[in-house]
């Protein structure tokens, strides 16, 4: 048997099924240049201390995570720090939440995005617009500089997908 041969067995028997024959592809050429990942020093991070106070589990089963497809972002006129998203959060009613990131992303580049949202916040007015849940971020300081990451994740996730 050559290595690239699948064989399948009938069980019951234990002898060989005749299976078609697979027509071998041709193989691609290997690029002139593998693309090389991107090397990332995280020696001069600076990370928040853990919460010492735990919270029970009852407390944190209320917090409702989804995940969100952003429809829309613009920039909220006379505030230098907040972005307007238009949210499917997997319901009949796209859901408006306002996030201070401005300093770190441009609306159009989080159209598309699936993103990590806190769907169960009471509404909280912020320049006049309501904001129904919180998105979610990674932040850390670098070199006395403050990141900020929001949460992507993969596309194949629906609008609405539950977090555990």
Known sequence: MKSH?????HFPT???LDMPKKEEAPVAA??????????????????????QE??????????DFRAVK???CEAV?????????????GTENERTILSGIHA??????????TLIAITNLPPR???????????????????????????MVDDHIPAGAKLY
């Open 5 to 9: 041969e699948v064989w399948v067995f």
């Open 14 to 16: 234990m002898k060989p």
């Open 30 to 51: 290997a690029p002139a240049e593998e693309a090389k990942p991107e090397v990332i020093d995280f020696s001069k991070v600076e990370i928040e201390p853990l919460f």
């Open 54 to 63: 735990f919270v029970d589990f009852e407390t944190f089963s209320k917090s």
């Open 70 to 72: 952003v429809l829309k």
């Open 77 to 89: 006129k006379k505030s230098k720090k907040l972005l307007q998203f238009t949210l499917n959060d």
């Open 104 to 113: 770190y992303y441009e609306p159009e580049e989080l159209v598309g995005k």
């Open 125 to 151: 007015a912020m320049m006049g617009v309501e904001s129904n849940g919180m998105l979610l971020s990674a932040i850390h300081t670098e070199e006395g500089e403050e990141k900020l990451h929001l949460l």
